[in-house]
């Protein structure tokens, strides 16, 4: 099993609550199989660096992230920011995938729905 960082989980929960998404990028693979592992991925938060489909599936979960989609409109202070950012580089090291939108343009989405919505963050 490979250890994970617990930000890198939080980014990969991310898309692995999404099964149907990942599905769909594996089309080839079968479906109750990538069903059962992300469940199997998500709950233990344990990855068998052994199996090929479980790259796939951690590789198609960083390559379609929709996480920059919701950025703008978390209220989350500076540090937990860069710990995220920290995490998405590790993960790109660690796997060959690459997120839609690069983690270093991640500062300048975080709140900015927030900040012009008229509430200031701390």
């Known amino acids: 099993m ?3 960082m617990e930000a890198e989980w939080l980014l990969i929960n991310h898309a692995l609550y999404r099964p149907e998404l990942i599905t769909s990028l594996l ?3 079968n479906e109750q199989e990538i ?3 992300c469940e199997d991925i998500r709950e233990s938060c344990q990855f068998n660096h052994r199996n090929p489909l479980e790259w796939k599936i951690l590789d198609a979960a960083i390559n379609n992230s ?3 989609t919701e950025l703008p409109h978390w209220d989350v202070p500076h540090g937990i920011v860069l710990d995220m950012v920290d995490a998405a580089f590790s ?3 660690r796997f060959a995938a690459r997120f839609p939108v690069p ?3 991640w500062l300048e989405l975080v ?3 927030v900040i012009d919505g008229g509430i200031k963050r701390h």
């Open 91 to 93: 993960l790109q090291d």
């Open 35 to 37: 069903d059962a592992l």
């Open 103 to 105: 983690p270093n343009k």
């Open 66 to 68: 929709e996480i920059h």
């Open 111 to 113: 709140g900015k729905e």
């Open 27 to 29: 089309p080839l693979e």
């Open 2 to 4: 490979m250890h994970l």
